[in-house]
Structures are given as structure tokens and as C-alpha cells.
């Protein structure tokens, strides 16, 4: 399987993945993220794990160590920041609806190439993915386009742990956009990437992705990004079902704590 590229920041496949009501069995993702923005690339370590109706995703981003504590419990993201001891709380889902684009807009086309991947006991089927959402750049009228590749598990025994987190994302008001602290997301991209991967999530558990995205247009402004097209992917390497601490998924002590 080919490197993968992770864009952008808070998104990519953290929403793809959860916990099945009345399941007891604990779930733990390990592999890669990179993200490709302005020229400019990051990699990043990437560990998922899942307990019930809770997730947490752990990256580092420049040296700097970020967890992601999802619950749909209450319906909130937690973005932990361990270097400044900080923990910034925001609303899962029907996020900004406002200013929400015109996703019912989006088109998708999902398929099967026929080349497969093997992590552990899963057994990865490469699809090409390729989407076009309207939107603006400036004054322009453009598309975001997202195009690469994905690798699904269509039979994978833990599907049925991931239920419940399947079931939210694909729910029409889901939305996240909590970016990772000190960056910025483009509303268009981070949009775009979440409707495409609700569409996505139905069909099989994500072993890794790669998916570029820039914008399809004649201005000035979509050659210009063009030129500065976002990658982003991920690859798990490692599948775990080792019994995880409750603790891992709460707020450690001392840390100051904000709601947005």
C-alpha cells in the first residue's frame, strides 16, 4: 500500500469511527496521519481508541501532543491540548448550521478498484474516491473537489462495536469542525470532507485513506488554489481489543477547561 496522506485537522477519520450500544468490548487503532496544506507538510502519529459510547484520538502535531475525546453521551468534543494543559469543550454536532454549505449539493462516487490490503485480520479493499461540493473562493463560484483513494473492511467482527458512532455521523445535523488549537480550517474543505465521509462510513471500516482536495474553477483565486491543493490520509498499522481505562476518556485533572 502506498504512504498515506491526514487534512484537515480535526476531521478525517476520527469521525468514521465508535462504539456500539451494549457493547463491552474496548477497540484501539494505531498507525499514521499526514496533512499537506500551503506547501507545507506534518505527520503525525495517530491512536484511536474505543470504549462504548466514547472515543479518543490521540495525535502529535508538531511536537506538540493533542487528544480528541469524543462522547456522544453529551454530545461534545473535547480537544485536549497537553503541552498547555488545556481542554477546549465543543457542541457534536448541528454545529453552525448557518453557515453550514449546500452539502445536499455534493456528489460522490465510491468504487472498487479490486486491489486489496491486509492489517492483520482484516482484509482492505481499495475504492477510488472522488466528490465535488459547490462553494466560494472570494467572489468565484467553484467546486471542492476531494479525489484519491479509500481502504474499506467490509466484515470486520468490531463493525459491531462502532455502531452508535457510524449512526451519529451519518445522521444529517452531525457536523464537526472543532479544529486543532492554534490552526485554522477552511469551513469549505472541513464541510466538504465531512459530508463525503458520512456518505463513506456506511459502507465498511476505513483501514486508510488518501484524498486530495482544491477547487475546480477559471478565477484567479481557484488557480491560486489549485497551486496550494490540500493532501490528507491516514493508515492504521495495528488492531488492539486490550481493555481500556474509563480515565482515558475524561478530562485529566489540573487541566483548565474552556466550552466554545
Known sequence: ?????????????????????????DFTLAGHSTLTAMNLTNTSRETLFV?????????????????????LGEKEITVLDHTLHQAEIHALGNAATANRLAIKDLTLALAPTGRRHALQDWNCEEHTLSAFLP?????????????????????????????????????DDFFIGAATPGQTAAATQIQGLNEALRRVLGQGMVCAAEIRLDYEGTGPMAELARRMATH?????????????AD?????????SVVRR
Not at 138 to 149: I, N, Y
Open 232 to 244: 490528507t490520509g491516514l493508515v492504521y498499522e495495528s488492531i488492539s481489543t486490550s481493555a481500556l
Open 247 to 255: 480515565a482515558a476518556f475524561d478530562i485529566p485533572a489540573g487541566y
Open 1 to 25: 500500500m502506498p504512504f498515506m496522506t491526514n487534512a484537515v485537522p480535526v476531521l478525517l477519520f476520527t469521525a468514521m469511527l465508535g462504539a456500539a450500544t451494549g457493547a463491552e468490548a
Open 135 to 171: 462553494a466560494e473562493l472570494g467572489q468565484e463560484k467553484v467546486k471542492l473537489r476531494l479525489a484519491g483513494q479509500v481502504w474499506l473492511e467490509r466484515k470486520a467482527r468490531q463493525r459491531k462495536e462502532l455502531a452508535p458512532f457510524v449512526k451519529a455521523v451519518q445522521a
Open 51 to 71: 470504549k462504548k459510547n466514547r472515543l479518543r484520538r490521540d495525535r502529535i502535531d508538531r511536537g506538540h501532543a493533542y487528544s480528541y475525546l469524543y462522547d
